[in-house]
């Protein structure tokens, strides 16, 4: 009977690539994980040329990075505008010639240089003082621009991709003082939709943009900057505050814009100058955009600031208004009354003949703060609703009971919220919209501060304007606004700041460095927008990339849907962010890919990790104190466990742990008396401000305890929020508040949000206790990742694989405790481990020497470990037969045998027999 050994060949396992048709380019998607910033290979000696994302300011002294690649790599869909960064640092001062890349007909390039502003006071501590990147430039293609020596100047590219470009990679080459660089454009295989998903309400002075370009009226000039200066905001997926100017309904107060004749009919006579044909124009888009409008409008507004003050007209349609017509007459059938109220009516009938009710608002007051605004507006909106219910009201506060429960005004109604971000709740929001059919929007404020982010602070980093677009769509907030979009009273150039923030009251700049006028026409007629402007746009688009990831849907509250999930990887809570740009901008492109159909899912991405987050998970125990201070004790031991002392300290990538907000007024507390030396140490904010800490661990299972509160103290408004979870939710402390809870960590890093605006919380301690049910020493999210392992019993010491490695050591080593053989390489890991080699890398595993001798019918397999390399293997032995060389699992005749056994004989009844020895079982 003749006898054929089988020779296994082991193959290595490469990763696993998304399969696409054939017509499909994969060069653009074959590393999920790719860098943007690197050296280009096209440097000179007298040229360092480099490249960067968007979301990455470049000053003048930033370093020029070490990696090094030959190539810039953006990525859009169809009609979408995306960004890129090429900087030079040249060796002398010099000029350099620009010349922008030219990809074919339906993909357009506008160049900019970066420029910068001097800060002189820092809005926060996330600013930095001296020269910062914002003004962006306008360049036209071939201009000549001065560069200094040993210094960065940015040039910033906008690629404008039409909805008729042919998906798949396109290059051309950016030049810059005659170096040429190839730009690889990868067109994904869908567009961004023409409909602006985000309404928004940006104040912009138009009057300003006439005066600073010296454009004259009213003819053929007048109009084509009326014309730009809305494309521009629509371009950039934004609505002017008010869209239809130099037209419109009404006039500030709500009076009549339009002819009104008091018996309850409106008339237009006034052409483009009027209401009828600018809405036709701006709002349907007849002539404009392609056929596309703005998606809403303010067709009505108060006049000034304090919502108690009645802003009507004081005279209309024959009548005067006195204090009897407002709400503390609580009179709406007054001559006065009666009259606007008709007027009301009047108008909501009016725009729905027009077919614009849906998208219009009557913006009836600004930041009510006292029982008078409260009352006032209630009453007011209460009145209104009677007369026109169907005209949509806005108030710019957060949704608040004083106006929406008011005990006296029952019928108040509010349709839009518009809550500054850093008093936003969505727990109400929510309530509001399931319940009652009105939405929120958010703006900001130089009083949005850090934790929260705000995408128009200047000295911000510049990834904060790119989180909007994915804190609305998390938050199912329907829109933002902004107040002042290009207030050039004071030269931005020159003089940043306002009410101690820099950027506030601009994110457009004057077309001149000195803030005077510029010739008709002498700038090509371009606008000078800013990096934070920029990266709003690009935010907005990352919107309708979640949009059409969710079946071109919006979200809605209370339901999950597909594009949550990559939401949660970028915004993490109210004031808790994934800062990282490349991460950002990584998963885009496989959500791009992902809509586009050129892979059938989003793969997940790992962060950078700090070394703690990327080790096996334990326990943490942190003590909040000055770390110089009391207590004193090194190590610091309460209860059998150190405690990591920790301090006021900005967050910290290589330290892997900080704070988040403003530092200005933070305190230590070490109190002479407590129930230990844990609760005697206190933390705080001395002027109640907001703060967010983050503590980069591995993801797990935890139980979280946290304790707020002072000796001998009664603090009434402590607020702790760990992972979402309200711990301590406005409550008093007397003396302490001590609470537990169990939470999961899936982005390795723990954040608690700390602290309500102008009230004291009093922290102490936090312990973060991994979560071990069968206390065997291996965490339960560990073991409930395999299924040879049970969280409920000690099984820390078992050897199921019969690898040579116990389960608590496999877990060590990131080895699978269930899979002899973890990295498929032929050898079982503890074989690996105990020998040097890595049981994670197939490429070091050493095969068996064997040798097999015939005795009549019986076979007998020989490994000897006294031949190499069998000396440097050992385990467990496993002997397969099969009459197929395809062996299994369930081919296995002998084993497990015995570290030192050295051969095993068998009498197989084959008559072609196929052997396989291993020291790992086959899986």
């Known amino acids: 009977m003749p006898l054929i050994i089988f020779v296994m060949i082991i193959l290595l396992i490469q990763p696993i690539t998304p399969v696409v048709s054939a017509d499909q380019n994969t060069s653009s998607i074959d590393n999920w994980e790719q860098d943007y910033t690197y050296r280009l290979e096209q440097s000179t000696a007298s040229y360092e040329m480099w490249t960067t994302l968007p979301s990455e300011r470049v000053f003048k002294d930033s370093a020029v990075p070490v990696?090094?690649?030959?190539?810039?790599?953006?990525?859009?869909?169809?009609?979408?505008?995306?960004?890129?960064?090429?900087?030079?640092?040249?060796?002398?001062?010099?000029?350099?010639?620009?010349?922008?890349?030219?990809?074919?007909?339906?993909?357009?390039?506008?160049?900019?240089?970066?420029?910068?502003?001097?800060i002189s006071q820092t809005s926060d501590n996330l600013g930095r003082l001296g020269d910062y990147p914002d003004?962006?430039?306008?360049?036209e293609s071939g201009s000549s621009v001065s560069v200094s020596a040993g210094?960065?100047?940015?040039?910033?590219?906008?690629?404008?991709?039409?909805?008729?470009?042919?998906?798949?990679?396109?290059?051309?080459?950016?030049?810059?003082?005659?170096?040429?660089?190839?730009?690889?454009?990868?067109v994904f295989d869908f567009a961004i939709p023409d409909e602006l998903h985000v309404l928004s309400q940006m104040?912009?002075?138009?009057?300003?943009?006439?005066?600073?370009?010296?454009?004259?009226?009213?003819?053929?000039?007048?109009?084509?900057?009326?014309?730009?200066?809305?494309?521009?905001?629509?371009d950039h997926r934004l609505t002017p505050k008010g869209p239809l100017w130099p037209g419109g309904l009404t006039s500030n107060g709500g009076g009549p814009f339009i002819d009104y004749d008091c018996g309850g009919n409106l008339s237009d006579p006034h052409g483009i100058w009027g209401f009828v044909q600018p809405a036709d124009k701006y709002l349907n888009g007849n002539g404009f955009n392609e056929g596309i409008g703005f998606p809403c409008s303010m067709a009505a507004t108060f006049q000034d600031n304090d919502p108690s003050t009645d802003q009507r007209p004081s005279l209309f349609c024959g009548q005067t208004r006195s204090a009897m017509d407002w709400y503390t007459g609580n009179n709406p059938n007054t001559p006065y009354n009666q009259k606007w109220f008709e007027y009301m009516s009047t108008i909501e009938a009016y725009l729905t003949s027009y077919g614009y009710l849906d998208r219009s608002y009557y913006y009836l007051a600004n930041e009510p703060q006292d029982q008078a605004d409260y009352d006032a507006v209630a009453w007011y909106s209460q009145e209104l609703k009677i007369a026109a219910p169907g005209w949509k009201l806005m108030v710019s506060e957060e949704p608040k009971p004083e106006i929406y429960a008011h005990p006296t005004y029952t019928g108040s109604k509010i349709d839009i919220w518009l809550a500054v971000l850093n008093n936003y709740d969505p727990v109400i929001s929510y309530e509001r919209e399931l319940n009652h059919a009105e939405t929120t929007w958010v703006y900001f404020l130089h009083g949005t501060r850090p934790p929260y982010f705000n995408p128009i602070t200047l000295d911000h980093p510049g990834i904060e304007s790119k989180f909007i677009g994915w804190f609305l769509w998390k938050y199912r907030v329907r829109g933002m606004a902004y107040y002042s979009m290009n207030n050039w009273n004071i030269n931005p150039w020159t003089n940043p700041m306002t009410d101690g923030h820099n950027g506030d009251t601009f994110m457009l700049y004057p077309p001149s460095e000195d803030n005077t006028d510029i010739p008709?026409?002498?700038?090509?007629?371009?606008?000078?927008?800013?990096?934070?402007?920029?990266?709003?746009?690009?935010?907005?688009?990352?919107?309708?990339?979640?949009?059409?990831?969710?079946?071109?849907?919006?979200?809605?509250?209370?339901?999950?849907?597909?594009?949550?999930?990559?939401?949660?990887?970028?915004?993490?809570?109210?004031?808790?962010?994934?800062?990282?740009?490349?991460?950002?901008?990584?998963?885009?492109?496989?959500?791009?890919?992902?809509?586009?159909?050129?892979?059938?899912?989003?793969?997940?991405?790992?962060?950078?990790?700090?070394?703690?987050?990327?080790?096996?998970p334990t326990s943490y125990y942190l003590n909040f104190q000055d770390p110089i201070g009391q207590p004193t004790a090194e190590p610091l031991i309460v209860n059998g466990h150190e405690y990591q002392k920790i301090g006021w300290s900005d967050y910290n990538e290589t330290v892997g742990l900080g704070w988040y907000g403003d530092m200005a007024h933070v305190m230590y507390q070490w109190l002479s008396n407590g129930p230990n030396p844990l609760q005697r140490?206190?933390?705080?904010?001395?002027?109640?401000?907001?703060?967010?800490?983050?503590?980069?661990?591995?993801?797990?299972?935890?139980?979280?305890?946290?304790?707020?509160?002072?000796?001998?103290?009664?603090?009434l408004h402590n607020k702790i929020w760990i992972e979402g979870i309200p711990f301590i939710d406005d409550e008093a402390s007397n003396p302490y508040l001590?609470?537990?809870?169990?939470?999961?960590?899936?982005?390795?890093?723990?954040?608690?949000?700390?602290?309500?605006?102008?009230?004291?919380?009093?922290?102490?301690?936090?312990?973060?206790?991994?979560?071990?049910?069968?206390?065997?020493?291996?965490?339960?999210?560990?073991?409930?990742?395999?299924?040879?392992?049970?969280?409920?019993?000690?099984?820390?010491?078992?050897?199921?694989?019969?690898?040579?490695?116990?389960?608590?050591?496999?877990?060590?080593?990131?080895?699978?405790?269930?899979?002899?053989?973890?990295?498929?390489?032929?050898?079982?890991?503890?074989?690996?481990?105990?020998?040097?080699?890595?049981?994670?890398?197939?490429?070091?595993?050493?095969?068996?020497?064997?040798?097999?001798?015939?005795?009549?019918?019986?076979?007998?397999?020989?490994?000897?470990?006294?031949?190499?390399?069998?000396?440097?293997?050992?385990?467990?032995?496993?002997?397969?037969?099969?009459?197929?060389?395809?062996?299994?699992?369930?081919?296995?005749?002998?084993?497990?045998?015995?570290?030192?056994?050295?051969?095993?004989?068998?009498?197989?009844?084959?008559?072609?027999?196929?052997?396989?020895?291993?020291?790992?079982?086959?899986?």
């Not at 949009?547 to 990887?569: H, R």
């Not at 723990?750 to 020493?777: A, K, P, Q, R, W």
Request: charged share 20%.
């Open 135 to 139: 003004p962006l430039w306008p360049l």
């Open 151 to 186: 210094e960065n100047t940015a040039f910033w590219f906008n690629l404008a991709v039409s909805h008729n470009v042919v998906c798949g990679d396109y290059t051309a080459m950016v030049q810059i003082a005659g170096i040429s660089v190839p730009v690889r454009l990868h």
């Open 203 to 234: 104040n912009a002075n138009f009057n300003e943009v006439l005066t600073r370009y010296s454009v004259p009226c009213c003819d053929t000039e007048y109009w084509y900057y009326v014309d730009s200066f809305k494309q521009f905001f629509i």
């Open 738 to 923: 001590v609470r537990t809870n169990d939470l999961s960590i899936t982005d390795y890093m723990l954040t608690m949000e700390m602290g309500i605006f102008d009230e004291y919380t009093m922290l102490n301690y936090l312990d973060i206790v991994v979560i071990d049910s069968d206390m065997d020493g291996m965490p339960d999210c560990q073991e409930n990742n395999f299924t040879c392992l049970d969280p409920d019993v000690d099984d820390a010491g078992l050897d199921p694989d019969y690898d040579y490695l116990i389960n608590a050591d496999e877990l060590l080593q990131k080895t699978d405790p269930c899979l002899g053989d973890s990295d498929a390489g032929g050898e079982n890991d503890g074989s690996e481990l105990h020998h040097g080699r890595d049981p994670l890398n197939p490429q070091d595993d050493l095969d068996l020497t064997l040798k097999l001798t015939r005795l009549g019918t019986t076979i007998t397999l020989i490994w000897d470990q006294n031949w190499p390399p069998n000396s440097s293997i050992e385990g467990y032995y496993f002997v397969y037969r099969s009459t197929s060389p395809e062996l299994s699992a369930s081919d296995m005749i002998y084993g497990p045998l015995p570290n030192g056994t050295e051969q095993q004989a068998d009498d197989p009844d084959c008559d072609i027999c196929y052997y396989l020895v291993r020291n790992s079982l086959l899986p």
């Open 67 to 118: 990696d090094t690649g030959s190539e810039v790599k953006v990525y859009a869909a169809r009609n979408e505008y995306e960004p890129f960064q090429v900087v030079l640092k040249p060796t002398i001062s010099t000029a350099v010639t620009v010349i922008s890349p030219d990809f074919g007909p339906g993909i357009e390039v506008e160049i900019y240089q970066v420029k910068y502003v001097y």
């Open 681 to 715: 140490s206190v933390i705080y904010d001395d002027w109640g401000r907001q703060k967010t800490f983050d503590f980069d661990l591995p993801n797990c299972s935890y139980q979280v305890t946290v304790s707020v509160g002072w000796q001998g103290g009664n603090y």
């Open 520 to 616: 008709y026409g002498s700038n090509n007629h371009r606008f000078v927008p800013s990096i934070r402007f920029e990266l709003m746009r690009d935010s907005l688009e990352d919107y309708e990339y979640l949009f059409v990831l969710n079946d071109f849907s919006q979200p809605i509250v209370g339901l999950a849907n597909p594009a949550d999930l990559q939401a949660d990887k970028i915004i993490k809570g109210l004031t808790s962010y994934t800062r990282n740009s490349e991460f950002m901008y990584n998963l885009r492109r496989l959500i791009g890919l992902k809509n586009g159909g050129e892979i059938d899912q989003i793969p997940d991405l790992d962060l950078p990790l700090h070394p703690r987050a990327a080790a096996s």
